[in-house]
């Protein structure tokens, strides 16, 4: 399985990104997708995840701001991310499991700055 993010950048406070995830060596449809992030000198975090029934859940701290979509066809992940402010810098990454083992993918830096 692997996974790639994409979509990062420089954004100001108050404003916009998607970040996208493609997965490939996966069947994909069948997993919980979900999308982690670590801001500098932090733990890692979840931020959200979705299910293959397409629930989503999202953490206390970027829920009502961030959306978490999949398009199965595509084998893709999506965070849209709004209202964004410096505490959102962060590298994100997605993560999958398959068979009791975790996947990760290359991250993609948020940096929320004026």
């Known amino acids: 399985v692997q996974l790639q993010a994409s979509g990062g950048g420089l954004v100001q406070p108050g404003g916009s990104l998607r970040l996208s995830c493609a997965a490939s060596?996966?069947?994909?449809?069948?997993?919980?997708m979900a999308w982690y992030r670590q801001a500098p000198g932090k733990q890692r975090e979840l931020v959200a995840y979705?299910?293959?029934?397409?629930?989503?859940y999202y953490s206390a701290t970027v829920k009502g701001r961030f959306t978490i979509s999949r398009d199965n066809a595509k084998k893709m992940v999506y965070l849209q991310m709004n209202s964004l402010n410096s505490e959102d810098t962060a590298v994100y990454s997605c993560?999958?499991?398959?068979?009791?083992?975790?996947?990760w993918g290359r991250g993609t830096l948020v940096t929320v700055s004026s």
């Open positions: 979705i299910t293959s029934h397409f629930d989503a």
């Open positions: 993560n999958t499991s398959e068979l009791d083992i975790n996947y």
């Open positions: 060596g996966t069947a994909f449809s069948g997993n919980l």
